[in-house]
Structure formats: C-alpha cells, structure tokens
C-alpha cells in the first residue's frame, strides 16, 4: 500500500491505475498504517519535504511523482488531468546532481532496442501530429521570416526542473546573449511558457519586452502556439532545461543547452553548462531512439482516455490527434444557416468547441466559413457565401453512422466536415479524395486501420445496421451470385457520381444482360422501402432482370453469401470490400479509380494503386468526426464501432399505405423530440 500525505495528489483521476498498486490518503499527525511501504510524493516539491522525512524515519522507500512527457489534451493549471506520469525511485529525471530511474533506464540499451521501432513510430506521430506536452495551443500562424529565425526558450521562474538542472537567471541571460551573437542575421523568437501566458506564473525574462523594443531582431511570442508546428520554422533552438529542447530532438532541430535537463550530456545536443563534462562522463552516449524509448515507452506510464485503464502512449496519441483534428477543423467563428430544427440539433454538437462560435441563424454577423448541408446546401448559401467572402465547407453523414435510417430520424455517430468538395461528388476533388491520393500509411496506422477492418468483418457493422438475417435462396445453388444494391436515385451521390448508368433500373437490366448465366439479387434501398426516398424499379422489370429480392435484410450478410456486389455508387460497395468480395462500379463512388474495384469508368484525378487498408484508415478514420451521443464529446472510430455493435440492429418498417405514413411520421416526430429537448 502506497501512503500519500497530499490531498491534491490524492485527488488525481486514475491514480491507482498510474501507481499499478492501491493507496490511502495518510496524514503527518497520526500513526503511519501498518500495511504502508512506500511513500509517495510529489516530485522535488518543498511541500513534501515533511513527508520524506517521515519515510525515511519509518525507513520507507520514497515514489516521487511528475507529469509524464506527453500529458494532457489542455494546461494542468487549468485543471486538466493528467494522461501521463512518471513514477521514480531513485530521484527525479530533472536532478542532474545524481542517477535517477529515467537515466538508469537509458544505460539499459539492449532493453531500449526493442523497442526502438515503437519509439520511430510515436517520435512521427508526435511531429506529423503537431503534439506536445500539453496540447491545447492551436498550429502556429507565423511567417518564416527571410533572414531565418532561432528559437530562445523561457520558463516559469523557480521551475524545479531549473532549480536541479543547476541553473538559473544567469543561465537565461547567457543563452539570450549567445542566441543573438551567434545568429547575427537571424530573428530571435523568444517563447514564453503557457503558464506564463495563462497568467499562472512568471517568467525568467522579465524585462524581455524592453529589451525587445531595443533589439529589433527579438520577437517576443506572446501567443501560446503549439511547438512542433513552430519548429517547424526556426532553423536552431535554446533553451536552459526545458523539455522543449527534448521535442526539438524529435524534430530534427539543433539544441543549445544552458542547464543540465535530464536529455542532455548524452552527445546530443551542444551542451554550454560549466560543468557539462561531468555530467557527459556520468551519463556516456546515446541515441535519440533509446532516449525516447526509455523516457516515453519505460519510464512513462499511461491512461488510456476511452476507458481510463492503464494504457500505452499509443493510446494517449491516437486520442489526442483525434482531439486536435476536431477542434483545429472548427476553429473560428462559423455561420450555418438555413438548417432544419433536426439538421441543426444533429450538427450543433459536430460544429461546436470549446473555442469557436456557431451562429445557426439566417443573418451573417461576421463569421470566417459557411458550412452547409451536402451540395444542395452548397448551391443554396453559394450566393450569400461569395457576397461575404466565406469558404464554404460541406457537411455529410459519415460511412458508420447509426442503427436505423438517417431518413427516420435516427441520429448520427459521425459526421464529415469537407472544405475541398465532398467525397460523393466526383466532378471535382475532396479532402477525402486528397487523403487517399496522398495516403502514406506508418507500420502503425497500417496497423490500426487492419484492426478495424478485421473488429467490422467480426461485428457485421455497416452504415445503418439494421435489417433481419439473410438465407441465400435454393436457386443460387452453384451459380455466381451478384448482389446489386439499389440507391436512392435522387440522392446527391448518383448525381454527381454516375455518368452512363443513373438509374436502379437500368443498373440492374446492365447487371443482368451482362451476366446473363449469373444467380443476381437485387436490394432495394432502405429508404426507398420504407417510403421515405425515390427509386422503386417496377415489381415486373426487378422478376425480369433479377432472380430474387433482399428486401428486409442485413447488408452485410447479403454481402456474406453473395460472390460479387455490381454498383452505381453506393457504400455497400466499400462494404463489400471490407468482406473480401469483386465489387464493380459503374458509377465514380469515393472508393472507386484505385485499383480496388472494376470500374466502368476512369478518373483522372485517381492515378495510385491502394492498399485496402489506405482506404479503410483514410475513409474512417483520418476523414470523419465521430460524437457519442450520450457526452456530446468527440471520440475514436474504435468507440464507435464498439458503440453500434452493442447496440440492437433496427428493424425495417414498411409503409405503403397513408395509414403507414402517418405513423411512420409520428415515429420522426418522437426521435425529433428525444434527440433535440432531451439530453
């Protein structure tokens, strides 16, 4: 049992997952419990000093603890709680004036090799993802300047990781002075700490606005502006012990060290401190791998932010890049205008963010995008968008939406937010079509898309995840089975994305005379069953070109027993994919013109071969937002997945009758309600 005398550490979330051993809150005024063996403190901090000396009375060990390197989605001193920490029983890994347990870990290099290639992986994910310590601060707007421009970096006044990396103002004076000589035709950016910004703290340049007004190559970055994307622009960073110099080896960047933080001494960076070589000769070499592997990988212990369970790092970076990509997307002030009640309940939790603002009213108050629902919205608010100067960006369901119809009011897990076009057009491009031309997967996304690839095989997860289960009729007994799915034929999607073939008529006559020895089942559209869209085929042309009819059946499993899935543009084709099957397309869907499918028709704009699992990462992971419907909150397309496979397949509901419609409508009418005033 871990005894902790801090009230503040007691009350951290998920501590006994972080410790890996039960602990109580224990008081320096009264007898130590029996069963405690170890105290836990916090770091070098004054305010556990009391308890050190209790231990060491009691002859106990003492667990110092710190944030770890990769900490939260926002600040600590605006309360947001830790994802990361490290636990130390030998010292801190700030404290140069003796080994602690991150440098012990480091001299165990045939341990670190192992793991070097997870650290490659994260160390990418990290730089490609503009992450951080603390990852609040949006992407840096600056301009490099044509001279170039290093980097000097502050922090907060009486910082332990100043006061034990044998430091101090002077220190801070001597790395300024040396950044401006040595650099004379450069700008010289100074970085103030977050908490200094926040108005928590104070920095050690305090009378660096001054000195700015003298100097006029110093720029003073007073912004909070995350790291990576703002060293991206300088060519050479200082910094006294911060672990900003840390992120700076991952980038690539050269560091000037004035203090002794715990990655220096090790050859590389260029160390300034006075007693440098000492500390070189304690500590030996070391490559950039095997310090992140025993820092980030060893020496850090992880939450995982879906379950709060202990996690790995690459728990913490998926959520946190997932994090940063729905916030930065919507950033701004963004107008939606001209919404229904149902449209804008479903895309006010899909827009918002802490940061931004969302005005869903039909009146411009100065906002900097339009968003609009799909094309139709586009051709809508095209005029009033251009008068205002305004991007506008489309919104559309995602690919793993719901159980039950969109049409019936059911509502969504995802949403995608496209600023390019919109993956169904295929006239034009979209960021859906830019991700897939451009998709470069690591070993680690590969990774994770064939995870989930193989979780929606597993689960029978499609876009609506409804219908009963399917049987393959007798008939089809030794025959090629094609599955042909109808669509929606006003849908925007055959608009834009067909060319000879527009119709489930004429798909399905195509599909037959083609095939003409083939066992074919034609699918209706759900939404055209139900009542709720066009595109019914007449009962006498469906019994000439088809065999048989799927009408209330899973997709998924019509998948399963069929041997090819013939398309205009519908999802199922993708679908189908996933499950292994020929798909051919002969209309232009987003998964189209890569090499995966038959297609009837070409596109220009899609000239790579793609690996299935390119499409699955890109197409559902990096281009939709996925909400919980119960937080409101954004989350992984792991969670989501997760979220439709527990919940109980919707059934499909057929209304030819008036009586049909009118209960069929008062059915949307309860979802409106429920989804809208209830939350």
């Known amino acids: 049992m871990i005894g902790i005398f801090s009230g503040g550490i007691a009350r951290i979330p998920h501590l006994e997952q972080f410790l890996g051993e039960p602990f109580c809150k224990v008081s320096l005024v009264r007898p130590l419990p029996e069963d405690i063996t170890q105290v836990a403190v916090w770091g070098y901090r004054p305010t556990g000093a009391k308890a050190v000396v209790l231990a060491e009375k009691k002859r106990l060990p003492v667990l110092r ?13 605006t309360g947001s709680p830790p994802l990361s920490m490290v636990l130390d029983t030998q010292g801190m890994y700030y404290d140069a004036s003796r080994p602690s347990s991150l440098e012990t870990l480091i001299h165990q290099r045939e341990q670190n090799q192992l793991l070097h290639e997870d650290a490659r992986q994260a160390m990418q994910m990290i730089v490609g993802g503009d992450l951080s310590k603390y990852n609040q601060a949006p992407a840096c707007t600056f301009t490099q300047p044509p001279q170039g421009a290093v980097l000097v970096v502050d922090q907060t006044f009486g910082d332990m990781a100043v006061v034990y990396g044998n430091a101090g103002a002077e220190q801070f004076d001597s790395m300024l002075q ?21 108005g928590k703290k104070a920095g050690y340049f305090s009378q660096i606005a001054q000195l700015a007004k003298q100097q006029p190559r110093i720029r003073l970055l007073a912004t909070d502006v995350s790291p990576q994307s703002l060293l991206r622009l300088v060519s050479r960073v200082y910094v006294v012990t911060s672990n900003y110099g840390f992120e700076a080896l991952i980038a690539g960047k050269p560091v000037s060290v004035f203090g002794q933080p715990w990655y220096a001494g090790w050859g590389l960076t260029d160390d300034r401190h006075a007693q440098s070589a000492t500390l070189n000769a304690r500590r030996g070499a070391a490559t950039l791998e095997e310090l992140f592997s025993a820092a980030c990988l060893r020496y850090s212990r992880y939450i995982n932010p879906v379950n709060g369970q202990r996690g790995i790092i690459f728990d913490v970076l998926n959520w946190l890049l997932m994090q940063r990509q729905h916030h930065q997307q919507r950033a701004g002030r963004l107008w939606s205008p001209g919404l229904t009640l149902w449209k804008r309940s479903i895309l006010a939790p899909f827009l918002r963010t802490q940061s931004n603002k969302v005005n869903f009213s039909k009146r ?19 005029a009033n968008a251009e008068q205002h100067q305004l991007p506008q960006w489309r919104m559309e369901d995602g690919f793993l939406r719901s159980a ?3 049409s019936d009011l059911h509502p969504p897990l995802s949403l995608v937010l496209d600023k390019t076009g919109i993956y169904y057009d295929a006239t034009r491009p979209s960021d859906l079509e830019l991700l897939l031309g451009n998709s470069d997967l690591t070993a680690y996304q590969q990774q994770r898309a064939a995870a989930l690839r193989e979780t929606l095989v597993a689960s029978k997860v499609s876009k609506y995840n409804l219908g009963a289960a399917f049987t393959l009729p007798a008939g089809a007994s030794g025959k090629t089975v094609i599955l042909v799915p109808g669509q929606v034929e006003d849908d925007a999607s055959i608009l834009t994305g067909t060319i000879s073939v527009n119709t489930n008529g004429g798909l399905l006559r195509t599909v037959r005379e083609r095939n003409p020895d083939a066992y074919i089942i034609y699918k209706p559209h759900p939404d055209v069953l139900v009542g709720n869209r066009q595109g019914q085929i007449p009962e006498e042309d469906v019994r000439r070109w088809a065999d048989s009819q799927a009408l209330d059946a899973d997709i998924i499993q019509c998948i399963q027993a069929a041997d090819e899935l013939h398309t205009l543009t519908s999802l199922s084709g993708f679908e189908a994919l996933l499950h292994g099957k020929k798909v051919v397309c002969y209309g232009m869907p987003f998964y189209a013109g890569w090499g995966l499918t038959q297609d009837e028709h070409s596109c220009s704009r899609r000239t790579r071969r793609l690996r ?24 992984l397309a792991e969670q989501a997945v997760e979220l439709l496979a527990a919940t109980p397949r919707a059934e499909l509901q057929f209304t030819r009758i008036k009586a049909g419609r009118i ?8 979802m409106l309600i429920r989804v809208t005033f209830i939350k």
């Open 612 to 635: 299935l699992d390119d499409v699955v990462y890109q197409a559902l992971i990096a281009y939709p937002s996925y909400i919980n419907p119960q937080s409101r909150e954004p989350i």
């Open 65 to 77: 603890l710190e944030d770890g390197f990769i900490r939260s989605l926002g600040l600590g001193v």
């Open 663 to 670: 209960v069929r409508y008062y059915r949307k009418l309860l």
């Open 364 to 382: 411009f108050a100065g906002e900097s995008a339009c968003v609009v629902w799909g094309i139709k919205g586009e051709a809508k608010w095209s």
């Open 404 to 406: 039950g119809l969109g």
């Open 178 to 198: 040396a950044a401006i000589a040595e650099n004379p035709g450069a700008e010289i950016w100074v970085k103030i700490h977050p908490d200094v910004l926040q």
